[in-house]
T-cell receptor, first 112, second 114 residues
């Protein structure tokens, strides 16, 4: 049973526009969420994270929003650039447990 | 600073054979993790070392998988005997004890069992 779900396998966005990647989770015990970015033939790279005590975290062009009541988080990329084309993974963890629970990923394609 | 390295990058073996994957974490990182991604699905946790000790091995699929971390440095993951369903990409990650949740990943080893 998947505890972290990314329901969109792929997303295509025009360069310069906003990219919004979504993630839903089922376990209310998750207290920390992370987004990773992955290029082909490389390992995932940490992008941005958010604690469950916050509802927003921003780092440059990347903003993560957390809606605990809906068990939903989203990653906003503004403006989208060609180098943002990659697979984006949402991951979550529970307090005192270091393992990450991952979604299946969303492939983001930025069109020129 | 060198990142997490993994060897080999790709391994093709026959069902029933043995394969050993190696991971060298970032120097100074006490935490080392193994993950696996099968056929475009989600990445799944296998186990977590703190230095040389297994902290959590709840994700290890069965006793055909054996992970070690000698001296708290590099780690190996042995699959013996390999089965077809073991095919996938095996990722290793490491993190510093001060920021354990920011895990740095290696490029992965693609294992194909035929």
């Amino acid at each position: 049973d998947q505890q972290v779900k990314q329901n969109s396998p792929s997303l295509s966005v025009q360069e310069g526009r906003i990219s919004i990647l979504n993630c839903d989770y089922t376990n209310s015990m998750f207290d920390y969420f992370l987004w990773y970015k992955k290029y082909p033939a490389e390992g995932p790279t940490f992008l941005i994270s958010i604690s469950s005590i916050k509802d927003k975290n921003e780092d440059g062009r990347f903003t993560v929003f957390l809606n605990k009541s809906a068990k939903h988080l989203s990653l906003h990329i503004v403006p989208s650039q060609p180098g943002d084309s990659a697979v984006y993974f949402c991951a979550a963890r529970m307090d005192s447990n270091y393992q990450l629970i991952w979604g299946a990923g969303t492939k983001l394609i930025i069109k020129p | 600073e060198a990142g997490v390295t993994q060897f080999p990058s790709h391994s093709v073996i026959e069902k029933g054979q043995t394969v050993t994957l190696r991971c060298d974490p970032i120097s100074g990182h006490d935490n080392l993790y193994w993950y696996r991604r099968v056929m475009g699905k989600e990445i799944k946790f296998l186990l977590h070392f703190v230095k040389e000790s297994k902290q959590d091995e709840s994700g290890m699929p069965n006793n055909r998988f054996l992970a070690e971390r000698t001296g708290g440095t590099y780690s190996t993951l042995k699959v013996q005997p390999a089965e077809l369903e073991d095919s996938g990409v095996y990722f290793c990650a490491s993190s510093h004890r001060r920021s354990p949740y920011e895990q740095y990943f290696g490029p992965g080893t693609r294992l194909t069992v035929t």
